[in-house]
């Protein structure tokens, strides 16, 4: 009997582990064009289980991958890496231009307009989630269509002047 219930857990641990990344949902995964050695993620978060934390980030196009945000400081713009991100049951996080973003560094091609690449997200729960990125215009925003939904909560919302990452 005991070998019987060992063997159910082992079963359903595989399952548990997909119900924990099935309450995390990121769509909307944009980047501009990048000709350099650094690029940037923007895209969006929504968490439908227990809150979670975003922990990190990598993708095999670049050398890292960091969460910063971007601030002001005394009328300089500036940045800063983050160690995580708070998400929150039933709110979406906007990782936007001018506020928190993944930073890529050590970017091994250039990002050309309509290009694909993965990014994955580590979160402190739900595990490891993966989605594809899309390479938008220099100077693009957030895709046509894809309005943040209500509700949406915005991580250090965008600096007033300066150069926005």
């Known amino acids: 009997m005991r070998r019987v219930i060992v063997a159910a857990i082992l079963l359903a641990l595989p399952v548990l582990g997909l119900a924990q990344q099935d309450t995390i949902r990121v769509e909307n995964a944009w980047s501009r064009v990048a000709t350099g050695r650094t690029g940037v993620v923007y895209l969006m978060i929504t968490d439908t289980g227990a ?76 595990g490891s989630v993966t989605t594809t990125v899309t390479v938008q215009r220099a100077g693009g925003s957030m895709p046509m269509g894809h309005d943040a939904p209500s509700g949406m909560h915005m991580q250090n919302m965008p600096m007033q002047g300066g150069q926005r990452q």
Request: hydrophobic letters at 40%.
């Open 51 to 126: 809150p979670d934390r975003l922990t990190g980030a990598s993708s095999p196009i670049a050398a890292s991958a960091e969460l910063h945000e971007s601030f002001t400081d005394h009328g300089v713009a500036k940045m800063r890496s983050v160690a995580a991100l708070p998400v929150e049951t039933g709110k979406t996080v906007a990782l936007a231009p001018g506020a928190t973003h993944i930073m890529l560094t050590g970017v091994k091609q250039p990002l050309n307009q309509g290009d694909h690449f993965p990014v994955t997200l580590y979160f402190e729960k739900a």
